[in-house]
């Protein structure tokens, strides 16, 4: 089978080259919106309400439009992302003492299954369940 | 001056240009979701050999064979003379199914047969994967190619169902590798709750049932023969059991799991009627068919879960939901059947880490 390349996946404009025609832009927009301000403050100053308010407008379009490249901007992930592995337990119940046990789920572990001997008494112990353990941080 | 023209330049700019920014934009978003999804892939590709170098034993690389087998693909029969569709569905399923078992087979020879299960169904889940990142590189590509807003725009607004697909499909990679029950196992985890260490049969290829008795009712339970990964073919299960009771079976009840709609509760459980089974539609089909030829009535309980769920390693609430489901079923059986009446439970859903 012919192995997938990494350029089918490609950047539009290049990879790294993108990140500094971005971030070139951005003090580009940055400097413009600035000025803007700067001539918006002094159009007011001197009274100028209607083409002050048309510099405040501006400049602050820039800096919103800045804030949002860098909001909707998310970092290029230097480590290789991938599905994430949870926790796993498995309830080990005695039939006989009703001993119960929880411990780390083991390869070859199922629902079920006869497994160790009780440490209280002469009976084995049962798997009742095996579940992912909640994550304490998710949210319902 | 400078200012109010570059203002006027932009947006004449805009104008000519909004569509094709918009484009690129999508597009760089798609982008991101294929990096990710191609990390899927390749990881559930490695997680794949990994398993089938540790259980299996192999003497050559299996690598080529995994990759092979990656782009395996079913043709699903002519419909357009819908007579018979089910029956020829239903041979190339066991077609596939006899397939992939003879690849297993061969990739894994000193695997145990539930292990070959669980490997068959971990090459199930990195085929599935396989064929979500070339479907979306397929359009992401031939975006970029016409720069076409309206391809582009397809996959967009699809991604994100695809992308939740995607990582309910990478969760189940764990799940298959180490033989952990995954959502879809409520169904036979009630089952095995009701068959509670009775004698089990085998009653159809993959499928088991013991028999129990309940408030003077004879009930006989089935579900898929675990611990390995299988779904078993319960439409022919009941049909058997149906036919060997010569069709004088008070109730059918299903249970499986469900899929819950947002702002419904992981694990909630809802009584119904019909078959409750998914997949291609061939056992369902069986299921009803006996169940009409031979008026026998069908319930179902369901076992409300997400999409991230169904295959991922079993949470907690959908653990507990088993024992709310037990008694949803037992109480069935006691509210429409009678003293001596034969009741049959189906125990619908994947057996991966569940015994009987």
Redesign the interface.
């Known amino acids: 089978?012919k192995r997938?390349a990494d350029s089918?996946?490609a950047?539009?404009a290049g990879g790294a080259r993108q990140n500094w025609i971005s971030l070139g832009l951005m003090v580009v927009v940055g400097a413009?919106a600035l000025?803007?301000l700067y001539?918006g403050f002094r159009e007011y100053g001197d009274n100028n309400i209607e083409t002050a308010f048309?510099?405040i407008l501006?400049g602050v379009s820039g800096f919103i439009a800045i804030g949002f490249s860098f909001f909707r901007a998310?970092p290029v992930?230097k480590t290789?992302?991938?599905?994430k592995?949870?926790e796993?337990v498995t309830t080990l119940e005695c039939p006989q003492c009703n001993l119960k046990r929880v411990r780390s789920?083991q390869?070859?572990?199922?629902?079920?299954?006869m497994d160790e001997p009780c440490t209280r008494c002469e009976g084995h112990m049962t798997i009742t369940?095996?579940?992912?353990?909640?994550d304490p941080k998710k949210k319902? | 001056m400078i200012?109010?023209t570059?203002?006027s330049f932009a947006f004449i700019i805009y104008l000519f240009y909004a569509q094709r920014i918009q484009a690129?934009t999508m597009?760089?978003q798609i982008?991101?979701s294929?990096?990710?999804i191609?990390?899927?892939r390749?990881?559930s590709r490695e997680t794949a050999i990994e398993a089938i170098k540790e259980y299996g034993k192999p003497e050559k690389d299996p690598t080529?064979q995994v990759?092979?087998f990656?782009?395996h693909f079913m043709i699903p029969p002519v419909d357009m003379d819908p007579s018979g569709v089910v029956q020829k569905l239903g041979k190339i399923l066991n077609v596939r199914e006899h397939t992939f078992q003879q690849e297993v087979e061969q990739m894994a020879p000193e695997a145990t047969v539930p292990q070959r299960n669980n490997l068959e169904n971990l090459l199930e889940a990195s085929l599935a994967l396989n064929m979500f990142?070339k479907v979306i590189?397929h359009y992401?590509?031939m975006g970029?190619k016409t720069m076409n807003i309206y391809v582009i725009m397809q996959i967009h607004m699809i991604l994100p169902m695809l992308i939740q697909q995607i990582?309910a499909y990478?969760?189940a990679?764990?799940a298959f590798k180490?033989?952990?029950?995954i959502g879809d196992s409520v169904g036979p985890?009630v089952a095995?709750k009701l068959i509670n260490?009775a004698p089990t049969r085998e009653v159809a290829k993959e499928m088991v049932a013991g028999e129990i008795k309940f408030e003077g009712r004879r009930v006989i339970v089935t579900k898929a023969f675990?611990?390995g990964g299988s779904v078993g073919k319960p439409g022919d299960a009941i049909q058997n059991l149906i036919e060997e009771e010569n069709g004088k079976v008070r109730m059918l009840i299903t249970v499986d799991a469900a899929g819950k709609l947002e702002g419904e509760?992981?694990g909630e459980i809802a009584e119904g009627v019909g078959a409750a089974i998914g997949g291609p539609g061939v056992e369902k089909y069986k299921m009803e068919k006996a169940a009409i030829d031979n008026d026998v009535p069908l319930y179902a309980v369901a076992i409300k879960q997400g999409m991230e769920h169904v295959v991922?390693?079993?949470?907690?609430e959908?653990?507990e939901a088993t024992d709310k489901a037990v008694s949803s079923v037992k109480g069935l059986i006691l509210d429409y059947s009678d003293e001596g009446d034969t009741i049959i439970v189906a125990g619908i859903g994947n057996t991966v880490?569940?015994?009987?």
């Open positions: 089978m997938m089918d996946t950047p539009l413009i000025a803007s001539m048309m510099y501006i998310k992930a290789k992302t991938g599905p592995e949870v796993v789920h390869v070859g572990d199922y629902i079920f299954k369940r095996i579940n992912a353990r909640k319902d | 200012l109010q570059l203002f690129m597009l760089r982008e991101t294929l990096r990710k191609k990390s899927y390749d990881k080529p990759e092979r990656m782009d990142y590189r992401y590509l970029k990582e990478s969760a990679l764990q180490d033989g952990i029950p985890i095995a260490g675990g611990p509760d992981v991922a390693p079993l949470v907690e959908l653990m880490g569940v015994g009987q």
